[in-house]
């Protein structure tokens, strides 16, 4: 069987409500960014789950890996100043 | 021959250090290994890029194709009667329904080519023959009353196997499920509503509607598989989290719940076996035919060669238009 | 006593659902059956928002007939003679993947712009109508003229393929402008627009995307096909309403 037809594949990003992030829902086989934009609504979309959709192809996607859970990650550890839950404030005080 | 000595003396240190190094690899391996199933229990989810043992990524690949194919394939007997669906509401629930299962045959392809295989050979793998599917889509749906049958029984079935993967080891195996599980119940409801309608019809609707449930029962108790000791592949999918309860344990959890729905509508279960069991708070029941369930499994069921053949015919009827949209968009990017 | 525009306000609003009706019940027939998996869930989708338009307008008449008929009783307990669907769609796609394309675009084209001027109808209910109709509609004429143009402009088979199917399809395009005296009614009353004023419009948004497409408009078209508005359909729709009706005709009495 022929497979050399193969559409290549996008991954799917789809936002909830205005203002949210998008999220990732999955892939679609599509044979160019326009007929995966459509073919994103058609799947994920479906049911009224979103109000916008981005369309990425998949070797595009550039991510960290596992490995630099270490030393992409870690540095953050110690600068817990950066949260405002780090300042303890006087109980009672709300405004702050 | 002071040479010569020394040469043998090198080989041997060489071959000495050759073995260690074979060994120390074999050693990280196994050692690797365990920290990846010890982290299984502690609760990781793995994702695409984490390292695993190749038998938990081929295991992981075997089941989840043969998922997205169940599904696939499950699009042709109900699909069957969408043209004759009886009422405009029923047509379009049905329509819904089976675009649903392309759906989600879609989201578990999707996960399983995180896994290193494309969507193309997989199918090339069901087309041929080489891949399974789940035995039940190879019953025929004769009347209306099995598109019933099928949502309330092979959906019900499915719903108690999916609940329990949405908690699998596999990161984008347990997000696929989580989305099929938000709208699989939809169609298990539909199912049991269409045979509910027909148990309170007419005299026909009422023999059709039984006539359903006594051909398809005994085949969904089939769809969780033999026994966990006749089945080959459970003990690893166990260890991995991949399956979290045994064939049986969730053959009697769908056995109970769905006595009780049957019982609420009027439909006998075709099983003279079956009784509550008071001290089990189980209900017990009959032999399965697992000769049957082999047979068909192998090829030898009512559609097996039917749905293939429908698979093979959509495949190839698509290839020009498949063929046509990749070169259109290759003569864009020439452009 | 039913009033003379009543009659011809129920005629109008089942031209609408019959077509409709018939063209979901064709374009259902490929799930399961499609050339790749999204397009099953993408056609999927157009069956079920043309089936939702049929039922929109089967209700409204049965409003207008005023006798408790539902929406059931127009898609499954009339006859050939009866149903008021163009002939094109009735046309069967024979695992045509193209000549079903190029029938959506078609209909698609002339329903974006019939929908465009329902929604000024001084009818509220089809103006509601067509309002939710038209976001549906301009969408399947988004995804099958991509798909004329990616089958005309693709592979040399594909070309010769949709180029056919073009043809075949061609002389069933004069029925979309055809109107008779329950239009004219209609048209008086400002309930309904005249459809012949769309087609210069019609032929323009076809043209685009032919012309992309690399395609070619037939010249030499002698018979055109005729007929739906006064239930004279071809051959095919029998066999579509004998496989459609026939569980409500065996069971009348049966509620599903």
């Known amino acids: 069987m022929n497979s050399n037809h193969q559409w290549p594949t996008w991954e799917v990003f789809t936002q909830k409500k205005q203002g949210a992030a998008h999220e990732h829902a999955g892939s679609v086989h599509a044979p160019d960014a326009e007929m995966a934009l459509l073919n994103a609504r058609d799947v994920y979309g479906r049911r009224q789950e979103g109000v916008n959709i981005w369309v990425i192809p998949t070797n595009a996607i550039i991510a960290s890996t596992p490995e630099d859970v270490g030393a992409f990650f870690d540095p953050a550890n110690d600068k817990m100043y950066r949260s405002p839950n780090f300042f303890k404030t006087a109980d009672g005080l709300k405004t702050i | ?335 | 006593m039913m009033t003379e525009l009543n009659t011809a306000l129920i005629e109008y609003c089942l031209r609408i659902a019959d077509n409709s009706l018939i063209h979901a019940q064709r374009i259902a027939d490929w799930t399961g059956h499609g050339p790749i998996l999204e397009e099953d869930i993408a056609m999927s989708n157009v069956s079920l928002d043309l089936i939702g338009q049929a039922r929109g307008f089967y209700t409204y008449a049965s409003q207008l007939e005023g006798n408790g008929k539902s929406e059931d009783f127009y898609a499954f307990h009339r006859g050939e003679r009866d149903f008021r669907n163009r002939l094109m769609v009735e046309q069967p796609d024979l695992k045509d993947f193209g000549f079903t394309m190029m029938k959506l675009f078609f209909n698609g084209c002339f329903d974006y712009l019939i929908f465009r001027d329902l929604m000024k109808s001084n009818d509220e209910t089809i103006s509601g109508l067509a309002s939710k109709s038209i976001k549906e509609v301009t969408y399947h004429v988004r995804h099958a003229g991509d798909w004329v143009v990616r089958l005309g402009d693709g592979t040399e088979e594909s070309h010769q393929r949709i180029q056919k199917s073009l043809n075949e399809l061609w002389p069933f395009t004069n029925e979309l402008f055809e109107q008779n005296e329950v239009d004219e009614l209609l048209i008086h009353n400002g309930a309904a627009f005249n459809k012949k004023e769309l087609k210069a419009e019609w032929e323009a948004m076809v043209n685009e995307i032919i012309t992309k497409a690399t395609l070619i408009i037939p010249s030499d078209s002698t018979y055109f096909y005729s007929g739906g508005i006064n239930g004279v359909h071809s051959e095919h729709l029998g066999f579509l309403l004998a496989e459609m009706q026939y569980l409500p005709r065996m069971y009348p009495d049966a509620i599903w």
């Open chain 2, 1 to 335: 021959m002071c040479r010569k000595l020394l040469s043998l003396i090198l080989a041997k240190l060489i071959r000495h250090l050759g073995f260690m190094d074979v060994k120390v690899k074999t050693d990280d391996l196994s050692a690797k290994e365990t920290a990846f199933n010890d982290s299984i229990k502690d609760g990781k989810v793995i994702e695409p890029k984490d390292w695993m043992p190749e038998k938990y990524r081929k295991q992981l690949l075997r089941m989840m194709s043969q998922h997205a194919h169940s599904e696939v394939v499950g699009m042709l007997p109900e699909g069957n009667w969408i043209t004759r669906a009886p009422s405009l509401a029923r047509k379009a629930i049905l329509i819904a329904k089976v675009q649903d299962e392309a759906g989600h045959g879609l989201y578990i392809y999707s996960a399983a080519e995180t896994l290193g295989m494309d969507r193309s050979e997989m199918v090339d793998q069901l087309l041929s023959g080489k891949a399974k599917y789940s035995s039940i889509f190879n019953y025929p749906t004769l009347t209306w009353a099995d598109i019933g049958a099928i949502g309330w029984l092979v959906d019900g079935a499915a719903i108690v196997n999916q609940t329990v993967l949405a908690k699998c080891s596999y990161g984008p195996y347990s997000r696929a499920m989580l989305r099929i599980c938000r709208e699989e119940n939809f169609h298990n409801k539909q199912g049991y509503q269409i045979l509910a309608f027909l148990m309170r019809g007419t005299q026909e609707q009422k023999e059709m509607a039984q006539d359903a449930m006594n051909r398809w029962w005994w085949p969904s108790l089939m769809m969780f598989g033999p026994s966990d000791k006749d089945s080959p592949n459970s003990a690893d999918l166990l260890k991995w989290k991949v399956k979290l309860y045994t064939n049986d344990d969730l053959r009697q959890r769908f056995i109970d719940r769905t006595v009780v729905q049957a019982e609420a509508i009027g439909l006998k279960v075709p099983d003279d076996k079956l009784k509550w069991n008071e001290e089990t708070r189980h209900y017990d029941f009959g032999e399965i035919n697992w000769e049957e369930f082999f047979q068909v499994i192998n090829g030898n069921g009512p559609c097996n060669k039917l749905r293939l053949k429908q698979r093979n015919d959509a495949h190839s009827n698509g290839q020009w238009v498949r063929e046509a949209a990749k070169a259109y968009s290759e003569k864009r990017k020439a452009n």
